[in-house]
């Protein structure tokens, strides 16, 4: 999404993706990478609950980036302003069931309340001794209600509303530190309460590599081992535990953990990992540790998504940039509908062909014109695929083709029949050639007895000395339909019904 003064479109990152191979259907969210040290030294249910909160403020997010504020030299402006403000500050509602605790378990229940309210973070204070830094609670407070009706008096509702403390907001989601795209339940999917670290650690350092180096320190400081002044960098409490059990009980079992995660469908890639040891040592802590992600079905299937859609913004902005009146929502509708397989040649026709053409029949109604041309290419290219696996049969229910086009036969005849009486006499004479099919992609669907008389309607279409004829029909096109820019779909090719 872009800012309200810019017309610039970027795909959303962290949106549901449906990816093929994947068993498990996995909801993604961006958790900013200085909120993931939160995690450290919490038991799995405690970061699931920290993990909801930043899927409760995922809103808030995008417009921070699209500002431009995670930029600034300086620290970045508040994150919670405005109406991220009030978006924080609402609870955010934790099904008991979900960890497996009953509604009339109260010693549970009590306990869960404790242990997620002991949370705490460091967030610098000024005093009059100057800055201190200061460990305050993630949550502010917790509460839960109880039936009081008659046969469940006393009974649990089933949730526990925790409410995030405004103090400590602003500094555990410091966006400067960019954020991490991970699955949303991979806290709760996990058996080790060391994987969601390191998968956030691992993911963080690599970006868009698939190998990075991690200095073993900034390892230990992150899964909790090593505490350091925020300020000073001084290292405040250190974790003496050799390195080999280490490995052993953190590195290694945390990375089969994450194997087992990717092997369910759970998460987009597993870790390998070497050691890298100053002046050749072979035994000793290492320096650090150079990691490789190993994708899965579901991390090859999100990196293509992630590639198709920055084709996508890429030919948006350049379309909006060429054509600064065209609708940025109507020009996303309309990419959104190619696939993926067809995303060259459709850039090839919106760069090239599409501004000969209008170069050629100068337009009155250039967006108009643009909307049209696009949708015709698509449409054309669809429906002419292969025509006697896509069409459907008069007596059975019509398919859906491979991409998705349905074609309903006989749907919006009376509009057509209303559109063939209303419309002016140039475009009567053009309709009268064309057979009435029924409806696809909710406008009306005609087919052309040949590739001929269909090109022969497009260049009467294009033709400027017929703008005024064209938008005529426009109007009452969209008047009959109910919706504007309404889709009015043509073929050449014999539909077999």
Not at 97 to 126: C, F, M, Q, T
Not at 150 to 163: H, Q
Not at 259 to 275: L, P
Not at 319 to 347: C, G, H, N, Q, T
Request: proline share 5%; hydrophobic share 40%.
């Amino acid at each position: 999404m872009a800012d309200e003064n810019s017309k610039e479109i970027v795909f959303l990152k962290g949106a549901d993706l449906k990816m093929s191979g994947a068993r498990e259907m996995e909801k993604w969210i961006n958790t900013p990478y200085s909120y993931t040290r939160v995690l450290a030294g919490q038991s799995r249910l405690e970061q699931d609950v920290l993990l909801q909160v930043s899927e409760h403020i995922q809103s808030c997010f995008e417009p921070f980036y699209a500002s431009g504020n995670n930029k600034l030299e300086l620290r970045p402006n508040p994150l919670f302003v405005g109406r991220a403000k009030e978006k924080m500050l609402e609870p955010i509602r934790v099904k008991l069931s979900e960890y497996g605790i009953k509604p009339n378990h109260y010693d549970l229940i009590r306990k869960a309340i404790e242990s997620i309210l002991n949370i705490k973070w460091v967030i610098p204070v000024n005093t009059n001794q100057g800055l201190v830094y200061s460990m305050v609670n993630v949550f502010s407070r917790g509460s839960t209600e109880y039936d009081t009706e008659s046969g469940n008096a006393g009974m649990n509702r089933g949730y526990i509303d925790f409410f995030i403390n405004p103090d400590m907001a602003d500094y555990a989601f410091d966006m400067s530190m960019g954020y991490v795209q991970h699955p949303r339940k991979i806290a709760r999917n996990s058996k080790v309460d060391y994987s969601t670290l390191l998968y956030m650690l691992v993911k963080h350092y690599c970006g868009l590599r698939i190998k990075c180096e991690i200095p073993f320190l900034e390892i230990k400081k992150h899964l909790g081992f090593v505490v350091r002044d925020t300020a000073t960098d001084r290292i405040l409490s250190y974790t003496n535990i050799p390195y080999w059990r280490f490995k052993e009980r953190v590195i290694d079992k945390a990375i089969k953990d994450i194997e087992a995660m990717a092997a369910r469908g759970q998460i987009d890639c597993s870790f390998k990992y070497s050691e890298i040891r100053p002046d050749g040592k072979q035994r000793g802590e290492p320096t650090a540790l150079e990691f490789t992600l190993v994708p899965t079905a579901m991390g090859k299937a999100r990196a293509e998504t992630k590639r198709a859609d920055a084709k996508k913004t890429k030919l948006i902005n350049t379309m909006l940039k060429r054509y600064p009146d065209l609708s940025a929502a109507v020009l996303a509708e309309i990419v959104d509908r190619v696939p993926a397989k067809k995303m060259k040649a459709f850039a090839d026709f919106a760069y090239k062909d599409l501004a000969e053409m209008i170069e050629r029949s100068y337009p009155e109604d250039v967006p108009g014109y643009v909307a049209r041309m696009l949708n015709r290419w698509i449409d054309e290219r669809m429906i002419a695929a292969d025509p006697q696996s896509s069409m459907p049969n008069l007596f059975t229910e019509a398919p859906v083709s491979d991409d998705g086009m349905k074609i309903v036969p006989g749907e919006f005849a009376s509009e057509y029949a209303r559109i063939c009486a209303s419309c002016p006499p140039q475009y009567k004479a053009w309709l009268d050639k064309a057979r009435f099919i029924g409806s696809q992609r909710g406008g009306v669907l005609i087919e052309f007895p040949d590739r001929k008389t269909h090109d022969a309607f497009n260049d009467f279409e294009a033709d400027k000395s017929n703008a005024a004829v064209v938008a005529e029909f426009r109007a009452m096109y969209d008047q009959v339909m109910g919706r504007p820019m309404a889709p009015f779909v043509r073929s050449y090719k014999k539909l077999k019904i």
